[in-house]
């Protein structure tokens, strides 16, 4: 039988109700500015459709990147000496805590023409910022940290025992990475580019700055939103129709990432 937990003293009943209340509050408010009546009308207008349909492009792609460079990130993190991953894991976290207008100004300082491979990138013809792949970029920037360090904790905690099994019974590395490695860390991996892939639908600092807010071109849904409260581009019921939806596709996140979570009710 379990010992039962440990009271918490009743007038901290009060600052917990309020810090509440200030996640919440805000958010039904939200819901209750949208016009349920044009809720598809706005969602579906060729302004919100084309900020949607981007999103979900550059999103996919930044993702997909994220992967690329994040699976093996994490696996060096996973496996490396605790100073060295302590480290890295340092690095791989300076995204999640850096304001993203900082990290736009740092993308734009690396890739514009005056940065440090701009003189690069204009001789063979290339031209990043305020592109398209300006977007996936600063998505991939912001987003990376959440794949690298959700994969890795996962990576931590199985170890390395079962794969040290494996190269004892003659088993090769790539056979190990495919089928014992990543298999076992499969949750914190599902977890890592379900998370990843919200937080580059949801950026908007880096990319504002790093690739501008041209409809069509690089006008993601977040941005999308920014104009129409702005007075520019969408109207403000599409802009409240494309904050619901980010809105719950967060909560359609938080279940997914739930129902990965190793040990969690399926």
């Not at 892939?197 to 071109?217: D, H, K, Q, S, W």
Request: contains cysteine.
């Amino acid at each position: 039988m379990s010992a039962p937990a440990p009271a918490v003293p009743p007038i901290l009943a009060v600052p917990a109700v309020l810090g509440l209340a200030l996640l919440v509050v805000p958010l039904a408010a939200l819901v209750s500015r949208a016009e349920w009546s044009t809720l598809w009308a706005d969602v579906t207008s060729p302004a919100a459709l084309s900020a949607l349909l981007l999103s979900l492009q550059t999103g996919t792609a930044a993702t997909v990147l994220c992967a690329v460079l994040g699976i093996p990130l994490a696996l060096v993190i996973a496996r490396a000496s605790a100073r060295t991953a302590a480290v890295l894991r340092a690095i791989v976290t300076v995204p999640l805590v850096l304001p993203p207008m900082v990290g736009g100004v740092a993308l734009l300082f690396l890739f514009g023409r005056s940065g440090w491979l701009g003189p690069v990138l204009d001789a063979a013809g290339i031209r990043l910022p305020f592109t398209t792949a300006a977007v996936v970029l600063a998505q991939a920037f912001v987003a990376l940290p959440f794949l690298v360090l959700a994969l890795e904790g996962s990576l931590r905690a199985i170890g390395s025992r079962f794969e040290e099994a494996a190269a004892s019974l003659g088993a090769g590395r790539w056979t190990i990475l495919a089928r014992i490695t990543l298999p076992l860390a499969a949750p914190g991996l599902v977890a890592g580019v379900i998370l990843c892939f919200a937080r580059a639908v949801g950026e908007f600092g880096a990319t504002a700055l790093f690739a501008g807010n041209a409809p069509g071109i690089t006008q993601t849904m977040p941005l999308a939103i920014y104009s129409a409260f702005n007075g520019a581009g969408v109207s403000q019921g599409t802009g409240v129709a494309l904050s619901l939806l980010l809105l719950a596709t967060a909560l359609m996140v938080l279940l997914l990432v739930r129902a990965w979570r190793p040990g969690s009710p399926r």
